[in-house]
Each structure stands twice: as C-alpha cells, then as structure tokens.
C-alpha cells in the first residue's frame, strides 16, 4: 500500500494557479522530507520542490518563484501551490517521503534515490 495520495490536478489555462495536496497515512514517518515530482509524456521524472523537517525548502530552477511547498503536521499533509503555470508544467505530479535531513540535498538526488513507493499521482494540464 502507497502510504501516500496525490490530489488537486486539474485542467488550466496559461498564467492560472492550482494547489495539490499530498495526504500521508499513518504509515509513514511525517517527519520524513517530503517532496513533488512531476513527469511529462516521454520525459523522465523530476523533482521540482522539496521540503525538510525544519520547513526549509528547495526548488528546481524551472519553478523556483512560482511554486511553494508546504507542510502540515496536524493534517499530515504536504502542499504545492503552483502559480503562473505555463504549459511545460504539464504532467502528473507524484509525491514521496524520504529520511533526507534537507530538502536542498534530497532535491539534488534522483527520483529514484527517493523511494520505490510511488501513488498514482495527479494530472496537472496547462493550455495556451
């Protein structure tokens, strides 16, 4: 069982906003960094954003000013708020947990240094 789910995709035009969400079961360590991957057809999986136990953050260069990463302990939730979206944001956005102490080092790892537990993800479509 994935011990986590991805939601809040959707459909959206160039320059609009969405927030995804990332809710952990109990499963999980909580206080593991978190981060969001996102994966466009054809394309290998890349992480654009992670976030620590301290609540610092890291971003990839393509999102870093638009994006901002979030988490809440009470909710056991880890959030993604995605602003000026531009259609190379397209793509199905994953979460994962990995006992990473920062996020800037857990960003620099593949994906596949992360975890081989992965959710369905969520489908974020940006049009001109």
């Known amino acids: 069982q994935v011990p986590y789910v991805e939601s809040g995709g959707g459909s959206v035009q160039t320059g609009g906003s969405l927030t995804l969400s990332c809710s952990a079961t109990s499963v999980i360590d909580f206080d593991y960094c978190w981060g969001w991957f996102r994966q466009a057809p054809g394309e290998e999986r890349e992480g654009v954003a992670a976030?620590?136990?301290?609540?610092?953050?890291a971003y990839s260069d393509s999102v870093a000013g638009r994006f901002n990463i979030t988490r809440d302990a009470v909710k056991r939730t880890v959030y993604l708020q995605m602003t000026a979206l531009e259609p190379n944001d397209t793509g199905i956005y994953y979460c994962a947990a990995a006992p990473y102490r920062s996020a800037a080092h857990a960003l620099g790892d593949s994906w596949r240094t992360w975890t081989s537990l992965w959710g369905q993800g969520t489908q974020v479509t940006v049009s001109e």
């Open positions: 976030i620590d136990f301290d609540r610092n953050a």
